[in-house]
């Protein structure tokens, strides 16, 4: 005869470990504190909030608009066919490149300095050295003690805002803050 108790009891633990195992598979997850986007130049901080709004952020976050986080990053938005003679300086000092609709956009190293040659360039395409506008978005409104839901989101959810948010036409890059899981 089935003892329907012990399976009841055991159908509990099971639950429970099971409950236990995916706690702490969660807890094993990285964990993203907050996104650094570098936005298009003379991008406002209403535009900024404008678009933060039309993706699904799981989480109450802050905005430091223009943060000195990323000082002294320049790019440059070039047609396709101009990019080569771009590409001709050896003083040009790319981090990346990237493709957004018809326009390649070089952002330059924080290290670079444009000299005579590169400025001439730039003016005989009809070219704008431009500085991006650095925004962190900061998580949450608590104190840092990581709880995914309250002040930071897991990383696959902060993967999918980063790619939605770089399809529109003014993020530039998108780069997540990491905490150790």
């Known amino acids: 005869m089935i003892d329907l108790n012990k399976i009841s009891k055991v159908v509990v633990v099971f639950i429970v470990l099971l409950t236990f195992l995916v706690l702490m598979m969660q807890s094993q997850e990285v964990k993203v504190a907050g996104l650094l986007i570098q936005f298009e130049n003379e991008t406002t901080e209403p535009e900024v909030t404008a678009i933060l709004e039309n993706y699904d952020i799981p989480v109450n976050y802050t905005i430091d608009y223009n943060s000195n986080i990323g000082r002294g990053v320049y790019y440059v938005k070039v047609d396709e066919d101009k990019i080569n003679e771009l590409r001709k300086n050896e003083n040009l000092i790319s981090e990346i490149e990237l493709k957004k609709g018809n326009y390649n956009i070089i952002i330059l190293s924080e290290e670079f300095v444009p000299d005579e040659n590169f400025l001439t360039i730039l003016e005989k395409n009809n070219l704008q050295l431009k500085k991006v506008v650095v925004c962190y978005i900061h998580f949450g409104d608590g104190p840092a003690d990581w709880v995914v839901g309250k002040n930071c989101i897991l990383e ?26």
Not at 159 to 180: F, S
């Open 156 to 181: 696959r959810d902060a993967i999918r805002i980063k790619n939605e948010l770089e399809t529109n036409e003014k993020v530039l890059i998108v780069g997540l803050d990491d905490i150790e899981g």
